[in-house]
């Protein structure tokens, strides 16, 4: 595997070359101090430069006590893309999306977009220090332009993929760890976007990629204003049904995550503009009850989401006032706001919440630092800072284009 990986990535640099491009990625660049052992890591977390020249997946390892040590970039085999931001809500980040990676535990791989090549990169994890990724085969077409996010089946052997761009649309494929992606027939669906390459947004494009928790369904978030979910059914061989049902709701229903304990709701951060988070309630491909959208006084853009079994709560970042919010859910799907947390100037994005022994660990993409912020959920209400990992120095020292206003997704791996 290890041989042929090599071979792959090399045909990938000189093609690269051969066009007269001046720069050539490097595949792999060293991020941590000369020496440093990745004995007795824990796991690793991953997020992309999402670069246009090249892009990047920077692997730190996690310490036993939850903290991070830069690892290294490694080049993902294809170019990153940065959507073209317009209003009403003009937020920095490049895809407009939530899931632009993913990681799946029991797969033991690692996924991202690459949106200026419309590929998927899938890497193979080595338990032994996952923060050393080996790009399986080539990345593989997306089915569409401008990639923007992916979805993993819990079994870690699907996955799909949403295209924002000029060709829009979902595409789905097997994975494996040691033969990559292969498409799905009957598993490439339009989306009929009305879309450019690269998308214009955030008005107009999906937000998030998600599987139904029984993995019936896939579903895509559109911010349209009045915003709607696009829902296909998934077959028993992981086609999907041709067309799929529009659910509206919301007004710029961003991130998808479901709700814990109630089969069918989903939890939508939404940045639209009398918006904070949306709650859909599905029954299948059609609406159990209508989505209720609550409004998060003086949010900028809240559009990521994550959830805490040791709270309870929802978490959602907000990248133009820098705020965390942390919203309860009840079973009868009220909810309301017990937190706000301000995280000086991180520009939080993307985030992934793992169980480390008794604690819940959230590590925050600090966009608008180039870093990585690390918090410990307490207990319901109390959210604290235990790290702030600074990405961009080291980047730069090492020769690592990164820019605040490209890098995208967070995605963690235990072993
Ligand atoms: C070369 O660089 C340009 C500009 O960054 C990019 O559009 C193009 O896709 C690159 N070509 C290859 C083969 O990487
Ligand atoms: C598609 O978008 C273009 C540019 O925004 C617009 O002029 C055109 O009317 C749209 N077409 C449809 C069918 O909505
Ligand atoms: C909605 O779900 C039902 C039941 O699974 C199915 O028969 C129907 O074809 C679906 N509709 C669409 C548009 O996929
Ligand atoms: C939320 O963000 C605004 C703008 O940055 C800030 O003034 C406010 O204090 C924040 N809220 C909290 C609870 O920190
Ligand atoms: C981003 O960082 C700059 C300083 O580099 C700061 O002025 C600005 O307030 C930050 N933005 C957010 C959303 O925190
Ligand atoms: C980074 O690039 C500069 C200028 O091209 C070069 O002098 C330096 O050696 C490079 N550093 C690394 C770590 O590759």
Redesign the pocket.
Known sequence: MKSSTLFVLASVVSAAVATGNTTTPVARIPLAKKGLSPKGNIGAAYFMSNEPTGNYMISSLIDPDGQLTLWEGLYTGGNGMKGVPGPPVNVLDALFTQGAIGVSQPGKFLANVNAGSASVTIYAINEQNPAELTIVGKPTWSGGEFPSSLAINKAGNRLCVVNSGAVSGVSCYTVDNRKGLTPIPGGLRDLGLNQTTPANGPLNTPGDIIFSEDEKHLIVSIKTGTGYLAVWDVNPDGSLSTTFTHITGGEFPFSLIPIVGVPGALFSSDPGPTAGYTIYNLDGNKSKSPPITTTIVGQ?AVCWSVYSPKSGNYYMTD????NITEVHVEKSLTSYVVNQYH?????PMDSSIVSIGKNDLMYTLAA??TGITVLNVEAPGKLTVIQRLDVADPAAAANITLN?LDVQGMAVFLH
């Open positions: 900028g990248i133009r006032t820098s995280m000086d100037i991180d520009g608008n630092r605040r």
